[in-house]
Nanobody, 129 residues
Framework: QVQLVESGGGLVQAGGSLRLSCAPSGRTFGIRAMGWFRQAPGKGREFVGAITWSGDTTYHADSVKGRFTISRDNARNPAYLQMNKLKPEDTAIYYC??????????????????????WGQGTQVTVSS
């Protein structure tokens, strides 16, 4: 089993920045990728960003490209989501996820939530206008 703990959410004004952290623990040796998803009130959970466990490849949703950056600390395991130029529409609960299963579906393996095996509890991000 893998446990994921997110931190770093909060309230920020539009144009501001936040950095989310996701600390995996447990059987981390089997993790192949980590991702961030978000869910706004009344909406489905959507992809934000993902990164391979080695950190050499990243994926970002079009809605956050140029503003958000996903990264990993290879030495200490955590994954981060640096969020800049935040907008009110970024308001949501942000979830960290980890994939351990094998996947041969190309980028879908990283962007589709159905491929992720473990989820954190989520952290609230609120952007005021």
């Amino acid at each position: 089993q893998v446990q994921l703990v997110e931190s770093g959410g909060g309230l920020v004004q539009a144009g501001g920045s936040l950095r989310l952290s996701c600390a995996p623990s447990g059987r981390t040796f089997g993790i192949r990728a980590m991702g961030w998803f978000r869910q706004a009130p009344g909406k489905g959970r959507e992809f934000v960003g993902a990164i391979t466990w080695s950190g050499d490849t990243t994926y970002h949703a079009d809605s956050v490209k140029g503003r958000f950056t996903i990264s990993r600390d290879n030495a200490r395991n955590p994954a981060y989501l640096q969020m800049n130029k935040l907008k009110p529409e970024d308001t949501a609960i942000y979830y960290c996820a980890a994939r351990s299963r094998t996947c041969t579906r190309g980028s879908d393996c990283y962007t589709a939530l159905v491929w992720y095996d473990y989820w954190g509890q989520g952290t609230q991000v609120t952007v005021s206008s």
